[in-house]
């Protein structure tokens, strides 16, 4: 029987996918506490916009025919305030944005920053709340492993590891001509091992295109110069060369997938539920690996995982 053949009725056989087999297992056990990060924080991120509004200090109504109080009227509320300590600081100007005057004030090692109301002077709150810093924390840890700019990069480099991860298991996915449909569906009247089996190889049959949008998109977010140089080569001297074009579209809207900040709450929901997949999937997958491992010490439990496989 040759190779295609072999592939194509029995994949076990085949180098490729004992290879890729190895290759999956390995990656996604190393990478699994990463991935799971990934996968709660980006699910909570989705909804980013929305905390970051219900998190910051309420400010007031922008009125630009309102009477804007002096540096010197503010200064002098935030004293009366905060006796014994200095102002240090006083914003100037009142944007349409951001209608309120920050103060900082300082008494000995204690520093508030506080933001005031430009027309009655009230205490607004602080000028950076702790749920907002919270937020903050979240997004950094997500973007850039709290690492900063060296975070992002290892966040791509990872992230093509995890690109991988989804092509050594679409590689393995494929059960043979005879068996492909039960790939793509969970047998839930069977035992938990041969479920949990089913869970794994359907859910990441559905979900492969968007995991492995969610891989290359991070790649470019962690890693963006060698998508726009591309996309500045192709464009040509007058930026309208049609495949660069295309990658510069293409990695707009893998972005846009990767983080699912629609402006619609129903799919953002989706996208909140969809997101926590991959830890799913790292959890199934630890469960069957443990399992094969566990088979040498308990011969009934390898005789249970092998009919589930």
């Not at 903050?136 to 590891?161: A, K, M, P, Q, Y």
Request: charged letters at 20%; one cysteine or more; a positive charge.
């Amino acid at each position: 029987m040759g190779v295609w053949r072999k592939w194509v009725r029995q994949p076990q056989t085949v180098f490729l996918r004992k290879a890729a087999f190895q290759v999956h297992l390995w990656i996604g056990l190393a990478l699994g506490l990463y991935i799971v990060m990934l996968s709660i924080t980006g699910s909570a991120l989705v909804f980013r916009r929305e905390m970051d509004v219900a998190f910051r200090t309420p400010l007031p109504a922008y009125d630009e025919k309102a009477t804007i109080l002096t540096t010197e009227q503010i200064t002098e509320r935030a004293l009366a305030l905060y006796p014994g300590y200095t102002v240090t600081f006083v914003s100037q100007g009142v944007r349409r944005r951001n209608p309120a005057i920050a103060v900082d004030l300082k008494r000995g090692d204690d520093v508030k920053e506080r933001l005031f109301n430009p027309y009655t002077g009230a205490d607004l709150g602080d000028s950076f709340p702790w749920r907002s810093r919270a937020l903050l924390w979240l997004v950094n840890l997500h973007d850039e492993l709290l690492l900063n700019r060296t975070g992002r990069w290892w966040n791509g480099f990872l992230s093509g590891i995890v690109t991988v991860l989804c092509l050594t298991g679409a590689v393995v996915w494929w059960p043979g001509s005879m068996r492909w449909r039960r790939g793509m569906s969970i047998k839930w009247s069977a035992g938990w091992r041969r479920m949990n089996f089913d869970m794994h190889s359907a859910i990441g049959f559905w979900m492969f295109l968007l995991m492995l949008i969610w891989g290359i998109s991070g790649i470019y977010l962690g890693i963006p110069d060698p998508f726009t140089s591309a996309s500045e080569y192709f464009a040509g001297p007058n930026g309208d060369g049609k495949i660069g074009l295309w990658i510069e579209t293409t990695m707009l809207w893998m972005t846009r997938l990767h983080f699912g900040r629609w402006r619609n709450i129903p799919l953002q929901i989706l996208w909140v539920i969809l997101g926590l997949v991959p830890a799913v999937l790292f959890v199934s997958g630890t469960i069957m690996w443990w399992q094969r491992v566990m088979r040498k010490r308990n011969p009934e439990t390898g005789r249970a995982i092998a009919r589930s496989a």
